[in-house]
């Protein structure tokens, strides 16, 4: 195939057009099924943390913990429900720059940010969270092999969300140096 | 940038997008799912788009750059069918031409895949130097690397 060939064959390429009222429905997020899913997760998320928020005290005994481990549970559980927010606000903002590196690059920063404040958003809460269930526990060996043991999957979910958001930075990584070589 | 003048020209430059859209994914579903963020992201970059410039090379911009960093399944949907197709799925009206260099273009990383999709609409070098950020030079260096990789890729073939 020579040159002539090939964008003879690209031009050739015939995909059934949308039509107008499809493309309106597009703009208008009726018919984003990425955006749906990520509403829906946003949603079951928030609605799960502000149900938990009424509800810890009573079933947790929180009168009978330190004030502080109140006061921290509801504070990490309230950033992260914000964080929840700003990533979808995030995501849904416009991709800036004058050039497609420009795009990229701007684009890793803002996921360079959001990858840093979600894993520490979460181990702050999952911090908060033992904090707020041990505070009043009298430990003995047994005790502390249970603990030892919690933290171990606390980390180990930690260490996957971390390797979760360091393979999608590599990707755009990646992406921007074949640009660029 | 009006909601109607926006949809007129959309209409009007769709076929570009659905090229794209069929270079960086290989199912229908994602395909889909690539178009509708594509147009989003237009129409939110729509107050960048000053008319200085022509809107193809400005939706080139954007829609490049959605199909680069929007995420993607790690595996293809399987969808298991009563009966075996007696032959691979293909594009509707495709020609087997078409098909051919599709497979080829494929292959390439995504940054080759953005440059080479300039250079098949015929946008000139000194443009496709201001869409994706990199020298008139590199261009030209790096397109003459793509287009023998492919000629590669369609021997083999």
Known sequence: ?181 | MEEKQFLQLIEQHQGIIHKICRLYRDTREDREDLFQEIVFELWKSAPTFSGKANFSTWMYRVALSTAIVSFRKKKPNIVYTPLLPDTPEVMQNSKPQTEQLFEALKKLNDGDKALITLYLEEVSYKEIAEITGITENNVGVRLNRIKNKIQQLLKIK
Do not use: H
């Not at chain 1, 549970?73 to 606000?89: D, E, F, K, P």
């Open chain 1, 1 to 181: 195939m020579d040159q002539k060939d090939l964008i003879s064959a690209w031009q050739a390429v015939d995909a059934a057009p949308k039509k107008n009222t499809e493309l309106n429905s597009i703009i208008q997020q009726r018919r984003q099924r990425v955006f749906k899913r990520m509403r829906k997760q946003l949603l079951i998320e928030t609605l799960t943390f502000i149900v938990f928020l009424f509800v810890y005290y009573d079933f947790f005994d929180g009168d009978r913990k330190p004030i502080y481990t109140n006061m921290l549970i509801i504070v990490s559980m309230l950033l992260v429900i914000a964080l929840n927010i700003t990533g979808y606000m995030l995501a849904k903002r416009s991709m800036r720059g004058d050039n497609i590196k420009q795009s990229l690059n701007e684009y890793l920063s803002k996921v360079k940010l959001y990858a840093v404040l979600s894993v520490a958003g979460r181990a702050l809460m999952a911090g908060c969270l033992l904090l707020f269930f041990t505070s009043v526990i009298t430990f003995n060996a047994n005790k502390y092999w249970i603990l030892a043991g919690i933290i171990a999957i606390l980390v180990v979910q930690l260490i996957a969300l971390s390797g979760m958001w360091l393979k999608r930075i590599g990707q755009l990584k990646g992406s921007i140096e074949e640009l660029n070589r």
